[in-house]
């Protein structure tokens, strides 16, 4: 006696299978290629009105930049319109030298010669220049420190200090850098 297997209906229920399974992946391959492809095609829409966007902006920026600079005398209006900004600024800040110039001579020997003098908004004085000697520089110091005591306001000039002295050796003068603390009453004009 002998048994026979029919094996045919199960090799043609793996192949059905297999097809189901064909057509499954397939159709969310076709899905997916859909969606990026509408994906892709609305960046390109988005890129494309972008560029038409930013051209119309930039030639609308083109047309008004010819007009503004086709307005004649705009540049010196605005440069007037800052310099009347900064006016009251500057006028507030502006150092007086009417006491000041006066000051500082009237302590100078007659043997020092004084090359530059600055003052900064702290109201620190610098004062470099050449003397003859450094005992020269030493009258110019100690006149500096004594400037002013006598007056009702007090002095002129306080922490007076010698910042530097060295002597050049081809000319035989002492060159000087001192520094004094100003008082405010004789830069600002109200002392």
Known sequence: MSIAINLLPDVRLARIRAQHMRHLITGIAVAVWIVVGIVVGGLLIAIGSQKLLISN???QIASDTSQIEGVSGLSNA????????????????RTYYSKF???????????????????????????????????AVDQFYEALKASGTSSASGANFSAVTISSVS?????????????????????????
Do not use: E
């Open 167 to 191: 002597k050049d050796p081809t000319t035989g003068q002492d060159s000087f850098s001192l520094t004094a603390t100003v008082s405010p009453g004789v830069t600002s004009g109200r002392n």
């Open 57 to 59: 902006v930039n030639s």
């Open 78 to 93: 605005l440069t007037s319109q800052q310099i009347l900004i900064n006016l009251p600024t500057l006028y507030a800040s």
């Open 101 to 135: 110039m006066p000051a500082i001579t009237a302590a100078m020997p007659p043997t020092v010669n004084v090359s530059s003098v600055a003052t900064s908004s702290l109201h620190v004085l610098t004062i470099s220049g050449t003397g003859t000697s450094a005992y």
